[in-house]
């Protein structure tokens, strides 16, 4: 089973320049998210998606996108890439959005900016 | 503001050798604590979630438990692919919609021959 795969898995940026993160889940799931992990923090949600067709901010949303482009896939967008943004993304997928519905990660996409 | 502290940072330990990692929680209203698993270069598998305060769950070598102020992840004779980081989030009851969580720092944990 592969649950949630991110694509890429790695990645090198200007600052400037836009990037798609891309995140799929086959395990039927209904609500996906997107997280960034920085050393010395812990994981911080930048955007979510209850369901499909809706978006919400997470705790850092700023300078970043998101489309939940049907039930499956759930993409991260960067419009114009700065260093602060260095960091590993991690999406994650969870049956609903009731505590009894644990979220399941990615493998995630390690994305530099220089 | 919700808020998670887990100590030790890292741990090293002998195979074999019990110990407990702990996660301290500020939460307005505690609806679940996780505790999850993250490998070098993976992303974080899912271990447990606790609801309330006497709460307990086991899993082979691994057994957390919950107060009203923190949880413990107790490895009993841990062997070396134990090793990994070990995650604690909590959700609170005013964080709002969406299942958001909260996460700790992380405990390195690593188990030596």
């Known amino acids: 089973n592969a649950g949630v795969t991110q694509t890429p898995k790695f990645q090198v940026l200007k600052t400037g320049q836009s990037m798609t993160l891309q995140c799929a889940q086959d395990?039927?799931?209904?609500?996906m998210y997107w997280y960034r992990q920085d050393p010395g923090m812990g994981l911080r949600l930048i955007y979510y998606?209850?369901?499909?067709?809706?978006?919400d901010k997470g705790e850092v949303p700023n300078g970043y996108n998101v489309s939940r482009l049907n039930k499956r896939e759930f993409s991260l967008r960067l419009e114009s890439a700065a260093p602060s943004q260095t960091s590993v993304y991690f999406c994650?997928?969870?049956?609903?959005?009731?505590?009894?519905?644990?979220?399941?990660f990615g493998d995630g996409t390690r994305l530099s900016i220089l | 503001e919700d808020q998670v502290t887990q100590s030790p940072e890292a741990l090293r330990l002998q195979e074999g050798e019990s110990s407990s990692l702990n996660c301290s929680y500020t939460v307005s209203g505690l609806r679940g604590l996780f505790w999850y698993r993250q490998d070098p270069g993976k992303g974080p598998e899912f271990l447990f979630t606790l609801y309330s305060a006497g709460e307990e769950k086991e899993k082979e070598r691994l057994k957390a438990t919950l107060t009203k102020k923190e949880s413990f992840l107790h490895i009993t004779a841990p062997k070396p692919e134990d090793s990994a980081t070990y995650l604690c989030a909590v959700q609170g009851l005013l964080t709002g919609g969406g299942n958001k969580l909260t996460f700790g720092t992380g405990t390195q944990l690593k188990v030596e021959l």
């Open positions: 994650a997928s969870s049956e609903g959005t009731g505590v009894y519905q644990p979220q399941h």
């Open positions: 998606s209850a369901s499909e067709g809706t978006t």
């Open positions: 395990m039927n799931h209904n609500s």
